[in-house]
Structures are given as structure tokens and as C-alpha cells.
């Protein structure tokens, strides 16, 4: 009796556990059906949500996310894991993004997701921070970023960095033959640049000898580990970096070499604040705002970088570049004044075509290639998408390039002439063109990019002809900001100067 007791129960729990294990399959496989016919965006897995269809497409995540928005009709739901509570909507309607960043731009603050996960490296810098904080962060740097003592600085140090070290660098460059990594030259140069105008140091990335500057690896490091935080729930990444492990830990010690450049500049700088009792001879960011909390990067080698690969597959722009340049310096020649000099403010001003090649490239390649906000309160947007409190809202501004809704049938190609009306250079609704971002946070470095830009551009095309090398692979990285990921592989050769 005992025997068959047993064998009873034995074969109870066999079926029984087999009935459920193919009733869980059975629901599993009919929740994933229901998802997939009432969500218009990316498959939502049972617990895992969105994630395991981001990593199933981490290789080419930017393109599969612009198929997602063109098939859900540019908005749509999406979640984390089960247990994160982390969901929302994805969004590339710029209806919808004036909204957030415009209309009811309260509502929709960088929110306590975003500044979690980038607060070991911005600490409540203004590109972290929101309310009142930024106000008075953003009150500071606008006034004195926009004074034209910071202005002509910032411009002559461009000018100096461009002649007496760019130049110079990609003459031995020549000398020597061989190919190299433009991308790898232009961050030098910008975080040359940046350091420069904003504080007051040379960190001299642009030395011939090209050495490696441990602050701007650094870095660059920080920034791309510091995305793994947004690829997986928060428990994950809290417990590395609770525990020292991984990404974590190669993130802490990136993070502490940024601080230390960075305490010892703002040290010094106060120090000689009290040696001297004023910095009047300091026309440096830092000096200026010593009293605030400000950090910065400039993008703009990023954006310099797509740029010339597409001037690269596109001779046509190219020579109008070239065409407009030499009819700009044209008067150099008729004055018998000097031909090959830095450009001036006003040259680089009248290069429409040249800001319209630049623009154009930005709105294919975004510095930026996508951002988050988050909501405070239920709302809706203007699309009728309901979004609830507390969801966090994505917007990719590198798929929104390549919506025909939003540029017409010719958005993919790089076509320079949508920015010119009767030979002058057109603005964008700038919730369609959230490149500098919009609204109240729109980038007040927007002015200062486009000249280093264009001064840059400008400088090197005049001189040289540069070629990507023949079979060199170019794909977006999946960073937070947009870098090359095999980098720019090219060679130059000088081009013959002369007005054409």
C-alpha cells in the first residue's frame, strides 16, 4: 500500500509538472503573440522586456531602432526587466519633442533615471542637472559665454590651435606618407581647444609626437562605460560598482582621473585667485566662472570627422567647398595681401555653403545621437500617446534624419542644398533639427561649433586633398556620443593654392 501510495504521488508529480511546464509555454508563446500584435515597436519579452531584442541587435542598434519608429509610425511603448520598473516611450515626432522641450518643458526635466547613472561623472554640472540649479548655471555660463571678451578669445586661441599646431601636425603627417586616423587628430584638436578656451590650460594633444594624454582618455572612457548603465536593469550595474567589478571598475578609476586633472586646474586657478586678488588676466571659461560648478566637452570633432567622410564620397560638394572659399579669399590676391593666413570671422561667416555641407552632415551624424527626459506627471502628447508618471521618454535624433515624414523622399542622401534659399543659408525648425538640442536647453556653444568647424574644415580642404583609404570600414559606435567606431583611416595630399 505504502508502494502504490508512493508511485501515486511520483506519477501526480510528473504530470502535474509537465501539464504546467507546457501551460507556462502555452501562455509564454500567446503573451508574446498578444505583445507583438498590440505593441507597434520592438518585441517585449515575457520579464526581460525590450532587452533582449536590444543586444540581439547591439551591432547595428541604430538602424534597426530607425526601422522600429518607421514601422510603429514614429512612436511607440517599450520596457525594461521585470523587476527595474523601467519603461516609457520612444519617440522621434517633432510634435511631440517641441512639447517636451518646449511646451510643457516642466514636465519632461533630464529626471532622476538620467542624472543616477551619469552623476559619478557630471556630479550636477548644468549637463546634468535640472530646475533651479541649471537655471542658475546656465544664467552664468550664457552671460559669460556670450561676452565678447570670452568670444574674442576663444576665437584667436581657435585660430593659434588651427596654425600653429593643426597645420603643422598634418604637414609632417604628409611628409611621412602614410595613413592615419583623422578622427583620432580632430579629438586631439578639440580637446586641445576646449581646454584651452574653457580653461586655460594646453594639455598638448597635438604635439608631433601625437602623446597619449591620460585626462582625455580618460575621458572618453568614462563616457562609453558610463552607457552600460543604460543597458542594464540598475541592480546590475549598482552591485558592480557596489562590489568593484567590470565595467564598474574600469569606470571609477576613468572617473578618477578626470577629477584629479580636473580638481589641480580649478585649485591652481583659485590659488592664484588669492595670490594676485583678481584673474583680470584670464580670459579663459574657468577663470571666468570660478565660483560655479561648470563642466563641458565639445562634440564638434565627431561631427568634423562624418563630415569629411562624406565630403570623401561626395566630389561634387567637395568642389563647390573649394569654389567657395577661393571666391571668398579672392580679394586677398587683388589686395596683394597674404594668401595662406587664418581665416577672420567675417570670411567664415560669408561660407554658406560650407555651413549648409556641415549642417547636413550633422543632421545624418548627430554628435548627440539620441537623449532622454523624463516624465513628472500623466500627460499626453500631441500624437494622443498617453505617457504616465515617472516613464522615461527616448527620442533618437539620428533616426529622425532618416524619416521621410520628417525630410521628405530624399532624406537619406547628403544633400547640402536643403539648407540654401537664393544663395543664402536657411535655419531648421529646431524640433525637427534637435542636433543643438531646442528649446530652453538649446546649446549655447551652437555659434562657437559652427566657426571651429567651418575654421577647421575650411583650413585643411583649402590645403588638402584627404582621402579615406580604400576598403576602410565606417560604422557608427554605439556611445553617447557618435564617434567612428574603426575610426577614420585616411591619407592627404597637398592641393595646389590658388583662386580658382
Known amino acids: 500500500m505504502r508502494n502504490l501510495v508512493f508511485s501515486s504521488i511520483q506519477w501526480l508529480y510528473t504530470h502535474l509538472c509537465w501539464e504546467v511546464s507546457i501551460s507556462l509555454l502555452v501562455l509564454t508563446i500567446l503573451s508574446c503573440?498578444?505583445?507583438?500584435?498590440?505593441?507597434?515597436?520592438?518585441?517585449l519579452w515575457p520579464v526581460m522586456g525590450i532587452l533582449p531584442s536590444v543586444f540581439l541587435h547591439i551591432n547595428n542598434i541604430y538602424d534597426w531602432i530607425t526601422r522600429s519608429f518607421?514601422?510603429?509610425?514614429?512612436?511607440f511603448h517599450f520596457r525594461g526587466m521585470w523587476m527595474d520598473g523601467y519603461y516609457g516611450i520612444m519617440t522621434i515626432v517633432p510634435s511631440n519633442i517641441e512639447y517636451m522641450l518646449k511646451t510643457n518643458f516642466k514636465n519632461f526635466p533630464k529626471g532622476k533615471h538620467y542624472k543616477e547613472r551619469f552623476y559619478d561623472l557630471l556630479g550636477n554640472g548644468i549637463f546634468n542637472a535640472d530646475d533651479q540649479l541649471w537655471k542658475e548655471q546656465r544664467r552664468s555660463a550664457t552671460s559669460e559665454m556670450h561676452s565678447s571678451r570670452f568670444v574674442e578669445y576663444s576665437f584667436q586661441t581657435m585660430q593659434d590651435l588651427v596654425h600653429q599646431k593643426l597645420l603643422k601636425l598634418l604637414e609632417k603627417l604628409v611628409e611621412s606618407g602614410d595613413s592615419f586616423d583623422l578622427q583620432e587628430v580632430l579629438l586631439r584638436f578639440t580637446f586641445d581647444n576646449i581646454c584651452t578656451a574653457a580653461l586655460g590650460i594646453d594639455p598638448g594633444c597635438l604635439a608631433l609626437d601625437l602623446p597619449e594624454i591620460p585626462f582625455a582618455k580618460a575621458f572618453e572612457e568614462a563616457t562609453e562605460f558610463t552607457l552600460f548603465r543604460f543597458l542594464v536593469p540598475s541592480f546590475v550595474w549598482k552591485a558592480m560598482r557596489f562590489i568593484g567589478v567590470g565595467y564598474e571598475k574600469q569606470l571609477k578609476k576613468a572617473i578618477k582621473i578626470v577629477n584629479d586633472f580636473s580638481e589641480k586646474i580649478v585649485t591652481d586657478r583659485k590659488n592664484e585667485l588669492v595670490k594676485f586678488g583678481s584673474l583680470n588676466d584670464h580670459s579663459d571659461l574657468l577663470s571666468r566662472l570660478i565660483e560655479d560648478s561648470y563642466q563641458g566637452r565639445d562634440t564638434s570633432s565627431v561631427a568634423l570627422s562624418w563630415f569629411f567622410w562624406l565630403v570623401h564620397k561626395n566630389s561634387e560638394v567637395e568642389?563647390?567647398?573649394?569654389g567657395e572659399i577661393n571666391e571668398i579669399l579672392c580679394y586677398r590676391k587683388c589686395k596683394n595681401e597674404p594668401y595662406d593666413v587664418a581665416f577672420t570671422v567675417e570670411e567664415l561667416r560669408k561660407m554658406v555653403y560650407l555651413q549648409a555641407a556641415l549642417s547636413e552632415s550633422l543632421r545624418l551624424y548627430p554628435s548627440v545621437p539620441f537623449e532622454f527626459k523624463e516624465v513628472i506627471e500623466n500627460d499626453v502628447f500631441p500624437d494622443g500617446t498617453m505617457i504616465k508618471k515617472g516613464s522615461q521618454v527616448f527620442y533618437s535624433i539620428y533616426s529622425m534624419a532618416r524619416m521621410e515624414s520628417i525630410w521628405g523622399k530624399d532624406c537619406l542622401e547628403f544633400k547640402p542644398e536643403r539648407w540654401l534659399k537664393d544663395g543664402q543659408f536657411v535655419s531648421e525648425n529646431q524640433f525637427k533639427y534637435v542636433v543643438f538640442n531646442?528649446?530652453?536647453?538649446?546649446?549655447?556653444?551652437?555659434?562657437?561649433?559652427?566657426?571651429q568647424m567651418k575654421m577647421v574644415a575650411a583650413s585643411i580642404l583649402l590645403r588638402y586633398e584627404v582621402k579615406v583609404v580604400e576598403g576602410?570600414?565606417?560604422?557608427?559606435?554605439?556611445?553617447?556620443?557618435?564617434?567612428?567606431?574603426?575610426?577614420?583611416?585616411?591619407?592627404i595630399k597637398p592641393r595646389l593654392v590658388g583662386v580658382a
Open 33 to 43: 503573440i498578444l505583445r507583438r500584435l498590440t505593441n507597434k515597436g520592438p518585441m
Open 70 to 75: 518607421i514601422k510603429a509610425g514614429g512612436t
Open 319 to 322: 568642389s563647390r567647398i573649394i
Open 438 to 451: 531646442a528649446g530652453p536647453r538649446l546649446c549655447l556653444g551652437k555659434k562657437f561649433a559652427y566657426m
Open 472 to 491: 576602410h570600414k565606417v560604422d557608427p559606435k554605439l556611445t553617447i556620443t557618435l564617434y567612428m567606431k574603426h575610426g577614420l583611416l585616411v591619407t
